[in-house]
């Protein structure tokens, strides 16, 4: 009696998940995709307000936009900038509606554990011959399990943002505060606005994702007079914190930095550079921020955007070879360390990048950049092409890695010089909370 093939899981039905599963598909594998959202792209509605830096000709995975226009999808102006909600509704939804695509997706579904078959992390002999054992648990259900011949973690990092706490960790006093702290962008001019019209709001972040906050807090402000922003950085200084403006390869971002930076010329918003937060304590007057030797406040309330981080506690019995910096695939690593990179581009990278010590399986998308920012929206797909065609024995084709990215005239240090710009853009900082994505388009 015939088996039927063990599927591939895909965990994340984000965009970069979606794409991966539209690439098993066409190439005749069974995908199994996980999402522990309600909806595809749950974490991008979460900033559907913002617009993203590329237009919608840079944003559509092939083989995905292959499968909507079989079934008569019509693909949005190219030349438009959609917010993260026209993505996930004109794109994503449709995708997830392909019968195909329906079949193999499961919605408020969380994956809890992944392991090999009878075998936990230490154990070698016949390692790479065990399917890999998947558990997951259904919104309103019991735990249950599957086997896997591979697995490809898109999970993203938004979930998991980084601490106000300059030392990695949380500042004193951040936990019994968080009902204050809004970790990514808030929608300040829409769902949240009464949250922060009004009040004394701190920003904590450099990246597009903080400059987006201060943006709208400084519009709402003008509306709602009593609204006061300040914003709180790490670095010395602002430096090339607000990119290339007019010679950024993306516009949409230059234009971003550029109307950032003329709020602080007009003294708009109060800015604090330097900044090293060690606690958080609330005093009758509202919240105090301490650092090392400043003190910032009293505010009432504080957005965080500082950054994500991947969670990898559900994979802890795989052999995740690691950068232990990072937290990124070892490989992949020197190609995106911020601490040495000073501009935002990125090399395209595939398979052989992305392999663990723990043969088939894979972290893809923004996750697969562990703690470094600035992940880029077509790099995902090119990773999750490379990545399936090698699952699939295509290994010329795994390693055809041919995506052209431009420079983007941005620094991501203050130290060098700004990288040269490009002609062309054919590329999208993802719409992740910056670091996640850093970077956003906004």
Known sequence: MDTLPLPVVIIGAGPVGLAAAAHLLHRGETPMLFEAGETVGASMSQWGQVRLFSPWRYLVDQQAQALLEEQGWQAPDPDAYPTGRQLVETY???LAQV??????LRLQTRVSAVSRLGMDKVKTPLREAAPFVVRYQPKDGEEQELLARAVIDASGTYHTPNPLGAHG??????????QHIFYGIPDVLGAERERYARRRVLVVGS??????????????????????VWWAIRRPGVGQMFGGGE???LPERGHLGARALALLERGQVRLVAGVQIHALSHTPEGIVIAGEEEHIGPVDEIIAATGFRPDLSFLRE????LDPA???????????DPNVHSCGTVPPHGVDELTHAEPNFFLVGMKSYGRAPTFLMLTGYEQVRSIVAALCGEWEAARAVELALPEAGVCSSD??????????????????PRRATGAKSR
Do not use: K, W
């Open 92 to 94: 994503l939804f449709p």
């Open 326 to 336: 990072m937290e990124s695939p070892v490989a992949l690593a020197p190609l995106i």
């Open 415 to 432: 130290e060098g010089a700004c990288c040269a710009p490009a002609a062309s853009s054919p590329l999208l900082t993802i719409g992740l």
């Open 318 to 321: 795989l052999r995740l070879s």
């Open 207 to 228: 990246g597009h994702s903080a400059q987006q906050a201060v943006l709208e807090l400084a519009q709402l402000a003008e509306q709602e007079s009593e609204t006061q």
């Open 99 to 104: 019968p195909a695509m329906q079949a193999a």
């Open 247 to 249: 010679s950024d390869a």
């Open 169 to 178: 960790m949380l500042a004193l006093g951040e936990r019994s505060l968080r």
